[in-house]
């Protein structure tokens, strides 16, 4: 399925992810949820969809003031029968700095500074990016250190486009942490496939070659080569 968040950019999310709709208008929005609702609860109670339908909308709403121009969510279940979900954001900052080799570097500096953040520089078609993975923990009540908190591992891409004056940033969380690297070749794929149609020069990928990698973070880069 394909998103465009301005006529020059074209998104590929993968399949299975729902879209919450940030690009219908608010009635269409709504039908949208409802339908996602149903679909996920397909025998479920009135009550269990109105709650998944407050919930999606809740998202969408999160995603809006984020200044995303896209936001889904997928939920299925894995060939050992648990439960996998997880939830990818993309939206569009400005880009102060042209020249895309200069951006992505400065961008691999910043983030580094965090020492939580894994930090990588990639290379796609488009041009260079960086990929950072990280840990959190969502608090359902952050003002009480005794509620509920749910660990959640997330991946984000940083691709400077100067022909569109943009900073695109895809960002996926997932609390289904074994299922990590699965979620970040997804998130690859829709990197590698991203196309600009303003006559952007495509830049060929170097083969990545090096050693089998161990760690989970090791595991997932070798996805963006």
Not at 69 to 95: H, K, M, N, Q, V
Request: charged share 20%.
């Amino acid at each position: 399925m394909n998103h465009t968040a301005e006529p020059e950019l074209q998104l590929d999310v993968p399949g299975g992810f729902h879209s919450l709709g940030l690009d219908l208008g608010p009635e269409a929005q709504v039908e949208q949820l409802w339908s996602i609702a149903k679909e996920i609860w397909p025998t479920g109670s009135d009550f269990q969809r109105e709650v998944a339908f407050h919930s999606y909308r809740e998202m969408a709403d999160h995603a809006l003031a984020e200044n995303s121009f896209y936001a889904g969510f997928c939920l299925g279940e894995t060939p050992d029968g648990r439960l996998t979900t997880a939830s990818i954001l993309a939206r569009l900052d400005p880009l102060d700095e042209p020249d895309a080799e200069l951006s992505a570097r400065g961008l691999f500096e910043a983030l580094s500074a965090n020492d939580s953040n894994t930090v990588e520089e990639i290379r796609v078609p488009t041009g260079p990016g960086v990929l950072v993975l990280c840990g959190l923990e969502w608090q359902s009540d952050p003002a009480d250190d005794t509620a509920p908190s749910l660990p959640l591992a997330r991946a984000d891409v940083y691709l400077p486009l100067p022909r569109t004056g943009r900073l695109l940033v895809l960002s996926l969380t997932t609390p289904s942490l074994p299922d990590l690297p699965f979620y970040v070749s997804l998130l690859s794929k829709s990197a590698h496939d991203l196309t600009v149609s303003s006559g952007a020069e495509t830049v060929s990928v170097p083969d990545s070659g090096g050693e089998t990698r161990g760690t989970v973070a090791e595991h997932v880069r070798t996805d963006f080569g």
